[in-house]
């Protein structure tokens, strides 16, 4: 059982659908450059408006990934 | 580049559906009052339970807008 | 079940006597202007002191009320 | 006008499809056991990756219910 | 000297006349059900308004008891 | 010795040159409508850049103001 | 208009009967050694419990107190 | 792949010797009576002194499991 | 390698002209008394409003300092 | 209207004379190699203290870009 | 059963070990000129590094001790 | 007396044998790829359980380094 070793990255997706797809294409985004995603965490949720809609939600997460030795 | 003040306020959206839902529907209403609305910052998540049913997402939120001169 | 819109104001009440005199002090005041008051939340208690002895007690609430459509 | 007592569970559900879906995962399991759930919080949003990919959402929320006399 | 270990409960009590009844009520209600109360932590203080009086104080706390061995 | 209520307000102000400059900024054009303002709160400082430069730092506060009865 | 220092102490007043007399007990205790003592912030409600009671009320609070010349 | 549903108990462990054998003690007390712990969560370290020496020190965890079908 | 022990206070210095003047009173009145002062951590930033005008800055910060053997 | 991605750095400045210099100068620093800086965050204002004057002050600072596709 | 008054004292204790002998060293300086300890709470972990190694662990702590009457 | 500006990594490390060690750990891997690391801040301690036993610690930290001009 070995002892890994993780580094986390902050990021901020943004969509204009939905927190789900904003969540969604951070990851996307991470995963072209870094390998060994492991998990994420939700840490504040808003959004720009323009015209009295929504014009992005802007989610920032947390994402963690292995370290490779 | 003008120095702007801005003002937040704070809303609680409903929604039988969900989060998006409860948001959009909290802005549609501050929009009816409020000009130019600017941003909006998710704070809490929660709802009521009726018979074992979400009954209403509850979403508290801050809205900010530009303070005309 | 309609999707209410509630707004939450934020308010200090004072009182020589105690908390509970404090928040029923703002609460009474903002019904005179605002209808429809419907939760309080609690956020911060604090107060002033004279001679060694408390003069006002300080208690930050926020106030929740239904936005008339 | 009785004073009730409540008790708070702490649940993390979880979900391949999005928030809402783990929330009423959680409260559907929660239901089979308690009676009386009147109102949950979603205290932390986050997940699992999977290839790149989100596998499970993990979204905790604590539920309120009445205790019975 | 022995290592205890000890359980906490997240409860709400309620009460029409102020927080410190609030307190009393839910631990009333606790000390039916769990031996050994111990202590208890204040997280939350709110209520509900009902025709611009308080109808509930809602106090939300943590009460710790030994795990009996 | 008189118990007063008084109401809180949340504001961002900008300034191209600096914190206290934004805050004042925020406080000037508040006084145009509130009367008795009193106090203020800092709680939250950030700014955005554009070429490599601050453009504007923006500076939320709270500004709590007497009601007057 | 005087540029002042004030010191903050921590203390925690307990009580058998509530919130307020522990504030109370520990300004009266504080003011035997430190003059101009000028407001306090309570920071943390808790008690300890003995035979299903309340025995102890335990407020935690900041005091200030302006720091002679 | 399966959807999930943990539930989470608070604990507080203590011990003479430090933080670690603290946790261990209360998930080794948890195991006796819930199945499937998961994972833990420390959310406070303090302790008592008694003669100038630390008697216990109490932490203060989350604790997951799996809830069963 | 010595270990030190370090004492924290906790100060609000006040200014008529900004932030960093009122941390500079806070900390040239603390060296009046103690010595080997470390390291400050500024914690609230808050004023008083006279008229319209910003009267005082008010800063909270916590100053360390080590502890004489 | 395109959806981007944003990454935030964790940054501390010091400088001699202030806060709004110590942000100047980590911003000035991360623009050599980070394009398309966005926002910037303050999350911390500490400083260090030798012979009773300010040496540094700190800022901590979240910075935000968009990642090139 | 009396009604006690206890003080808080925040120290910084640094040790080349670990965090618990960082506690320990931080009481055992305290217990030199205050009497009547009764209790700990840690509020923050951290270190130095020196050579990539650790050359000190800091540990933040606030200590309660009885006010003699 | 130069300013500098220090850049945070946000890292967990893990072990099979307590806190200490998965700092240790972190730090160590970290020292691989970055010079001038300066200090490190604890933000979160948990863990995974398998077969009732504690699998890995998880700690949780930021570690600053200056960056090189």
Known sequence: MKDHVY????LTGSSTTGI????TGAL???AKTVHNLKWFEVSDIRGTIEK????HWQVTMKVG????E
Do not use: C, M
């Open 52 to 55: 009295d809609k929504i014009a």
């Open 65 to 68: 990934f292995t370290l490779d």
């Open 28 to 30: 996307t985004r991470a």
């Open 7 to 10: 580094k986390l990255l902050e």
């Open 20 to 23: 789900e797809d904003a969540v």
